[in-house]
T-cell receptor, first 113, second 111 residues
Framework: NAGVTQTPKFQVLKTGQSMTLQCAQD?????MYWYRQDPGMGLRLIYY???????DKGEVPNGYNVSRLNKREFSLRLESAAPSQTSVYFC????????????FGSGTRLTVV | GENVGLHLPTLSVQEGDNSIINCAYS??????FIWYKQESGKGPQFIID?????DKRQGQRVTVLLNKTVKHLSLQIAATQPGDSAVYFC??????????FGKGTMLLVSP
C-alpha cells in the first residue's frame, strides 16, 4: 500500500519554464490537497479538491493551476516558474474533508533559478 | 523536509524526559485539531487528533490537551526517545474543509 505518491522528488527549473507535479493516492480518498512548505512559514495551502470534479483555491494559489484528473490523481502545474516558487511541495489526501487528518506524500523539492 | 527547521522554536530534551510542545491557535470557531510529526526529508505524519468537545486525549506515549478558553493546544510526549526528534505541527480546521497548520516546533532529543 503506497499511500500518496509524488513525482518527481527533486526538480530544478529556470525562471519562466513550466512543469507539472504529479500526485496519486491509492486509498480511495475523495479529497486531495497541495501545500507548499517554506522555512519558518509552515505549510500553506495552494489548491484543494474536495471531491472528483471540483477544485478550489487555497491561501496561496497565484502562479499555480491544478487538475483533478480522476479520483486517484491531482496534479499541480506551474505555467511560468519564478524564484519565489522555490519550495517543497506536498500533496495530501483524506477520506473526506479534514476529520481523520490527511495522509501526506514525501514531497517534491523544487528550485527555480 | 530539509531546512524546515530553520527559524523554528526549538525544544531540546534528554532521552527519557517528558516533552511538552505548545501551540496557540487563532480561530475560536475551530472544532478539530491534529498534531503532526515531520522527520527530515519526509512528509508530515499524523500523530493524534482531538475534537473541541474534549479537553484531553491520550495515545501511545502521547497526550494532547486542549484549552479552548485561551485557544491553546499542547502535545505531551512521555519518555522521549531519539526517534522522536522531528518538527511537530499543530493544525486546526477552523470550520472550513481544509486544515490550517502552525509554523512548527523542532524537538531535539539527546541520548
Amino acid at each position: 500500500n503506497a499511500g500518496v505518491t509524488q513525482t518527481p522528488k527533486f526538480q530544478v527549473l529556470k525562471t519562466g519554464q513550466s512543469m507539472t507535479l504529479q500526485c496519486a493516492q491509492d486509498m480511495n480518498h475523495n479529497s486531495m490537497y497541495w501545500y507548499r512548505q517554506d522555512p519558518g512559514m509552515g505549510l500553506r495551502l495552494i489548491y484543494y479538491s474536495a471531491s472528483e470534479g471540483t477544485t478550489d483555491k487555497g491561501e496561496v494559489p497565484n502562479g499555480y493551476n491544478v487538475s483533478r484528473l480522476n479520483k486517484r490523481e491531482f496534479s499541480l502545474r506551474l505555467e511560468s516558474a519564478a524564484p519565489s516558487q522555490t519550495s517543497v511541495y506536498f500533496c495530501a489526501s483524506s477520506e473526506t474533508g479534514v476529520k481523520g487528518g490527511y495522509t501526506f506524500g514525501s514531497g517534491t523539492r523544487l528550485t527555480v533559478v | 523536509g530539509e531546512n524546515v527547521g530553520l527559524h523554528l522554536p526549538t525544544l531540546s530534551v534528554q532521552e527519557g524526559d517528558n516533552s511538552i510542545i505548545n501551540c496557540a491557535y487563532s480561530n475560536s470557531a475551530s472544532d478539530y485539531f491534529i498534531w503532526y510529526k515531520q522527520e527530515s526529508g519526509k512528509g508530515p505524519q499524523f500523530i493524534i487528533d482531538i475534537r473541541s468537545n474534549m479537553d484531553k486525549r491520550q495515545g501511545q506515549r502521547v497526550t494532547v490537551l486542549l484549552n479552548k478558553t485561551v485557544k491553546h493546544l499542547s502535545l505531551q510526549i512521555a519518555a522521549t526517545q531519539p526517534g522522536d526528534s522531528a518538527v511537530y505541527f499543530c493544525a486546526e480546521n477552523g470550520g472550513y474543509s481544509t486544515l490550517t497548520f502552525g509554523k512548527g516546533t523542532m524537538l531535539l532529543v539527546s541520548p
